[in-house]
């Protein structure tokens, strides 16, 4: 049983933490946020996260998992202090470090033994050194401390499984000792481990998030072909995906990637190979096609629909993918400020993320399900393709709908079988004259 300390309580951080206690350490997690913890002392999640809540409150009732808004605390007894604050995007596009600034200055003012500090966030590559410079220039004892990167890699909707199946974990420091006792505390979960330096670790973040942007901008594109020269990229997508150099996962078609991750991650890259005097064409070219996709779905609405002003549009989902509440960077914002800037009127449902779509969309009429957002729209459109969309009565969307026009910007559905059942349905890259 290790002590630890993990400052931040957000996706990565309560995720990590709770998984850690979980897995048999004793846990406190720090967040400067009273509110978030005063509720996760009472067993409320600040996100929706399936399986996290009854983890956190086992973990909880047995004293394994705490929560404070005190660094002191947490950091007291801690051998290893993980950071997990958020690392946003600033103007440019650049990494917003203000936060990790203010974990590195914290943790050094109430360092008293010598811990190990690991850094989660998505970070641009060189940030293990200047934490150390932090908290070398703050420290108010003098004891050592080391730096280990330890990027995370989990999905939010299957964060927990993630945690506990990673598919490697990657140690970055230039203390090798202080790597290897960070890989201690991931032994039970059998992954690969892979050790290395601090900017190498940080980069392997950088450079598998983008990665998987390219592959998924990648089959947009294929997608805008198939559309212009009547191929399926579904089963484009499916007779790649066989191919072992390929593989599957990662080749949906669709209004693009959105989330906390991707858009942010690709834009700091580029960024960073920017003002490195690289040209990041690839990185940028990524970030084009993924602003594009939402643009053809709005184009599609026209070419069917002419003008769009006055036109009901319907929009099903509303997170920036299914089995979460998160809406930062949804494509279905940016859809609907594009719909809304043609003058059409918005009916909108998401399973769990209307809350936190409230605060983000004016002028939009949230409705009580899907059924309710078909009644007299002129079209409707699929935004993330959560599961209770794929099983819906569309013998009865079709009879409440003004017009029967589908626009499914997450291809759940089977082309043949929409225009069997009468509607004029739209996927992406599923060619035309379907
Ligand atoms: C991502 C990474 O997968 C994870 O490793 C990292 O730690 C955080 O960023 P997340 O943002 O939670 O995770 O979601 P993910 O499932 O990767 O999806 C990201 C976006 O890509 C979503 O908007 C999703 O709809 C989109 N996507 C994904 C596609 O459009 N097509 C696909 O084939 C896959
Ligand atoms: C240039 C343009 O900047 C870009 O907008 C256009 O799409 C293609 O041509 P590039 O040749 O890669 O791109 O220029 P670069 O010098 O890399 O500038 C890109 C970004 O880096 C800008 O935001 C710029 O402000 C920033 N930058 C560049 C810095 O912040 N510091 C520098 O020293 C250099």
């Known amino acids: ?5 993990v400052i931040g309580a957000g996706y990565v951080g309560l995720t990590t933490g709770t998984c850690f206690a979980d897995l048999g350490n004793l ?4 967040d400067i946020d009273e509110r978030k913890v005063e509720n996760l002392r009472q067993g409320i999640l600040p996100i929706y996260e399936p399986g996290l809540e009854e983890i956190v409150r086992r973990n909880a009732q047995s004293g394994r998992l705490r929560f404070t808004t005190s660094y002191a605390e947490g950091v007291r007894d801690a051998e290893f202090v993980f950071i997990a604050v958020g690392t946003p995007s600033g103007t440019e596009g650049e990494a917003d470090l203000r936060y990790v600034r203010q974990a590195a200055e914290a943790i050094a003012e109430v ?5 190990i ?7 641009p590559i060189g940030t293990g050194d200047w934490v150390a410079d932090i908290v070398n220039k703050h420290k108010k004892n003098d004891v050592p401390f080391a730096v280990v990167s330890n990027p995370e890699f989990l999905r939010e909707g299957s964060a927990v499984y993630d945690f506990m199946n990673p598919d490697r974990v990657v140690l970055g420091s230039l203390n090798r000792e202080a790597a290897e006792q960070v890989a201690q505390l991931y032994l039970s979960l059998r992954a690969p481990i892979v050790i290395t330096d601090l900017r190498t670790a940080e980069m392997i973040k950088y450079a598998s998030n983008a990665f998987l942007a390219n592959r998924i901008s990648f089959i947009n594109e294929i997608a805008s072909i198939c559309e212009a020269l009547g191929a399926d990229v579904k089963e484009v997508a499916a007779g790649m995906g066989y191919d072992k150099r390929i593989g599957s996962a990662f080749l949906d078609a669709g209004i693009g990637f959105g989330g906390s991750c991707f858009p942010k991650d690709v834009k700091a890259l580029a960024h960073m190979a920017a003002i490195h005097g690289c ?27 002419g003008s769009l002003d006055e036109q009901v549009i319907g929009v099903l989902g509303l997170a920036f993918k299914p089995n979460t509440d998160d809406m930062r960077e949804a494509p279905a914002v940016e859809i609907i400020h594009l719909l809304q800037n043609e003058g059409a009127i918005i009916r909108a449902y998401d399973p769990v993320a209307m809350n936190n779509a409230k605060a983000m969309l004016d002028g939009v009429t949230f409705c009580e399900n899907a059924y309710e957002v078909a009644q007299g729209a002129d079209a409707l459109v699929i935004c993330t393709e959560w599961n209770e969309f794929k099983h819906l009565d569309l013998k009865w969307i079709k009879e409440a709908m003004r017009r029967p026009i589908i626009v499914d910007g997450r291809n759940i559905y089977d082309p043949e079988t929409m225009r069997q059942l009468g509607f004029l349905y739209r996927g992406v890259g599923r060619g035309y004259g379907v």
């Not at 846990?27 to 720090?30: D, F």
């Not at 500090?117 to 970070?123: L, R």
């Open 111 to 115: 360092m008293d033994h010598p811990i």
């Open 27 to 30: 846990v406190t997690i720090v």
């Open 279 to 305: 040209h990041p064409q690839l990185l940028r070219a990524v970030l084009e096609i993924n602003r594009d996709q939402r643009r053809r779905l709005v184009q599609k609405l026209r070419d069917i629909l």
């Open 1 to 5: 049983m290790k002590k630890i300390c």
């Open 117 to 123: 500090i690991v850094n989660k966030s998505t970070v």
